[in-house]
């Protein structure tokens, strides 16, 4: 099946520090990446779309400036939390469609990863 | 406006209690319908995808349906270890961006 891998699992760094958030696509290849966040007891809330080799768009509200995201390879997209603060700590969670994958349309089940547990302190 | 509805919020069922998670959507055109497990401090694994009406897919205890307005998620005589969030998505009007619902918690008494 699809696999999608996040690192890291779990950063805990201090305020005003960046942090990079990778997201892999594992056994398929991905020319679009999801980022999301869920606060808890809540649903995903996405961030951005990430596309391989052009600029990421973002959804309404989210600072671009914020968040950076590349998409540096078919298999690989980045977020970045510049100069963090407290109310970014989050569950940042990355989502790849599907390419081809027996069982599936072309590109039309996303798979999730892990996520990434930010708390900055 | 496109949009995702998920009833109840929560369930708790006594293990071998079956019953029915609710999936609502408004999309003008359904390109496919997403169910996904969510465990705490994990992402969201894949279940099922349905894509027209009528159509059922199973997994062990689990079975999804889909008709032109919603879909059920049927859990039959549930375990313990079945515990867990359980999201549906539709992708947007002319988009691939998914559209969630807020889940259903689901709790599992032994």
């Known amino acids: 099946g699809a696999v999608v891998s996040q690192h890291p699992s779990r950063v805990i760094c201090k305020s005003g520090t960046s942090v990079k958030i990778e997201c892999r696509s594992l056994?398929?290849?991905?020319?679009?990446m999801f980022w999301y966040r869920q606060f808890p007891k809540q649903s995903l809330m996405l961030m951005a779309t990430s596309n391989e080799g052009s600029k990421a768009t973002y959804e309404q509200g989210v600072e671009k400036d914020k968040f950076l995201i590349n998409h540096a390879s078919l298999t690989l997209s980045t977020l970045t939390v510049t100069s963090a603060h407290p109310e970014d700590s989050s569950f940042y969670i990355c989502?790849?469609?599907?390419?081809?994958?027996?069982?599936?349309?072309?590109?039309?089940?996303?798979?999730f990863g892990p996520g990434t547990r930010l708390t900055v302190l | 406006e496109d949009q995702v509805t998920q009833s109840p919020e929560a369930l708790r069922l006594q293990e071998g209690e079956s019953s029915s998670l609710n999936c609502s959507y408004t999309?003008?055109?359904?390109?496919?319908l997403f169910w996904y497990r969510q465990d705490p401090g994990k992402g969201p694994e894949f279940l099922f995808t349905?894509?027209?009406a009528g159509e059922e897919k199973e997994k062990e205890r689990l079975k999804a349906t889909l008709t032109k307005k919603e879909s059920f998620l049927h859990i039959t005589a549930p375990k313990p270890e079945d515990s867990a969030t359980y999201l549906c998505?539709?992708?947007?009007?002319?988009?691939?961006?998914?559209?969630f619902g807020t889940g259903t918690r689901l709790q599992v008494f032994p």
């Open positions: 999309v003008s055109g359904l390109r496919g």
């Open positions: 349905l894509y027209s």
């Open positions: 998505a539709v992708p947007g009007d002319n988009t691939d961006k998914l559209i």
């Open positions: 989502s790849a469609p599907s390419s081809g994958l027996a069982g599936d349309r072309l590109g039309d089940t996303q798979y």
């Open positions: 056994d398929f290849q991905a020319t679009t």
